[in-house]
Each structure stands twice: as C-alpha cells, then as structure tokens.
C-alpha cells in the first residue's frame, strides 16, 4: 500500500520564450567555459530526457484505476512545464549544433540512450522518472548553494534558461514519485533505477562536457581542470546523501528543504506577459525582463 505523501506544493505552468538570435549559446559562460560547457551538455540530454519521463509518468497515471483529481491535476501541470523545458531546450540546442558536430554527435548520444531505456519495462521507466527528477533536484540545490560562483560572468539569457529550469525542479520535485509510488511494481525497481538515473545524468554531464570544453583555447589552463573536480566534489556531497536517503521505505521529496533563491525568483514571473526577470550576478534578478513570449 502506498504511503500518504505530504501536502502537494502549488506547481504553475510557466512559458517562457527565449529567443537566441545574436546570442552566444556555445560560449555563454564568458569566465567559466568549462561550467558552460557542461551545462550545454545537460541542455543537450534534455529534448530526450523530458518527453521520455513525460510519457513515463503519463503511462503511469494513465494505468491508476482511479487516480485523484489532486494527483491528476498535478500531474498534468508537471508535464505542461517539463514540456516547456524540453521545448525550451531545444531551441537553444538548435542555436548550439549549428556550428558544432560535437554537439550534434551528442545530440545523437542522448537520443540513443533513451531509446535503450525505452525498451525496459514501463515499471522500471516509471521509476527512472522519479530517479530522474529527484537528481535534478540535487543539481538545482547544488546550483542555487554556489549561485554566484558558478554565474558570475555568464551571459544573462542563457543562465535565465538553466536557472528557471532548476527551479521549477525544486517546485515540482515530488510528483513523479507520487505516481511511483502507486506502482508496487516501479517501487521495486527505484534503487536500480536511481542507480541509472545518476549514471545517465552525470555520465553525459562529464563525457559531453569535456567533449564540449575540449573545443576551447582554455582547455589547457589548469585552473580550469581544478574547478571541475571541485565541482564534481561538491556535487557528490550535495546528491549522495539524498539518493541514498531516497531508497527508504518512509521518503518522500517533498519533506526535502528547497533552497529560498530560486522559490522566490519564481514569484516575480507574470502570467500576463509570461515573463521572467533576467539573471544577474550583481542583482541576482534585477536588470530587465525576457522577451514577451509568442502566442501558441
């Protein structure tokens, strides 16, 4: 029997339109290359990563024989804002692939991994969903704790894409488990697949990364290098302690602590203009708005 999960967190779907002509989206991260690098390598694994947990989650409310309206209605705004991400995603890749094979090669990567993970079964899919989203947000939580180290010196529109993505993780962070958790199935295979999950995040995260960051002059500075073991440190310390939490019979995301900043960022999106303010290192968020979204 499922475990009564905590009071659901109010999730809204945001649309966000980015546009990226005459923006850099190879080198965004003017300081940071290697931190840029490795975020374009995530943003490339998205446009595979969403629809597939998307249609996972789906499926597996789709199968419940009498789901609530609560869990029904959340899910369904979920999935409007982890389409939006992917959607979001893909038009930034776009910008990225069209002078790089490096990260048409990964593209192509990304979309083989999750075809294998297409073929397991729908329990253990349903599983890596939940995996999946609770890793991402530990990445949210391991950003927003370095969030001027790791931002300081980047381009406004590309860190106002990465950042609203990560926190709209934290907001949503347990609902792919709820779903799960209907599952006896799915519950049994959650620690293989959060063994998965953290393989295919950080596996493609490091591998395109480097691939992305061997492209630049600064490859060879060892400054560089340094930051990205430290970073991978940092990482570790920030996800292992909850992934391994997470395979407890009583846990549940929600009763995680989400990091303020990026809550708080949220509140400032107008519905009216679907617009949020632009990331800002001095200001955090406070020089100017994203461009009016298009109509759908």
């Known amino acids: ?21 005459d923006h850099e989206t190879d080198q965004w991260h003017h300081s940071m290359p290697e931190f840029g690098a490795g975020a374009n390598a995530v943003s490339l694994l998205m446009p595979h990563a969403e629809p597939f947990v998307i249609s996972k989650v789906r499926a597996g ?10 869990l029904t209605d959340s899910v369904e705004t979920w999935i409007k804002q982890e389409g939006a991400h992917f959607k979001a995603h893909r038009d930034f890749n776009r910008s990225l692939a069209t002078g790089s094979r490096t990260a048409r090669a990964l593209d192509r990567l990304g ?19 939940a995996a999946f989203e609770l890793v991402a947000f530990c990445a949210a939580r391991w950003a927003e704790a370095g969030l001027r180290r790791y931002f300081t010196g980047a381009d406004e ?4 894409l990465f950042l609203w ?27 293989l697949a959060v063994l998965v999950a953290f393989a295919v995040m950080i596996g493609f995260t490091v591998v395109g990364g480097l691939a992305l ?59 009216e203009t679907q617009t949020l303010p632009l990331w800002s290192d001095a200001g955090l968020a ?4 994203l461009t009016q979204s298009r109509p759908s």
């Open 1 to 21: 029997m499922a475990l009564a999960a905590p009071p659901p967190v109010n999730v809204l779907a945001r649309r966000v339109h980015f546009d990226w002509l």
């Open 61 to 70: 409310l789709l199968s419940l024989p009498d789901p609530s309206s609560e």
């Open 111 to 129: 979309s083989n991994i999750f075809a294998w993970l297409d073929t397991r079964s729908d329990a253990f899919g349903l599983a890596f969903a």
């Open 157 to 160: 529109r590309s860190a106002t």
């Open 165 to 191: 993505h990560l926190a709209e993780e934290i907001e949503h962070k347990g609902i792919a488990h709820d779903v799960m958790t209907e599952h006896v199935a799915a519950t049994k295979k959650y620690k």
């Open 213 to 271: 960051f061997s492209r630049h002059l600064s490859v060879f500075n060892p400054i560089r290098w340094a930051r990205l073991i430290g970073w991978g440190f940092s990482f570790a310390f920030v996800v292992m302690p909850i992934v391994s939490a997470s395979v407890s019979h009583d846990f549940h995301p929600n009763d995680l602590v989400d990091p303020p900043w990026m809550a708080q960022w949220l509140l400032e999106f107008d519905p």
């Open 286 to 289: 406070a020089t100017g708005r």
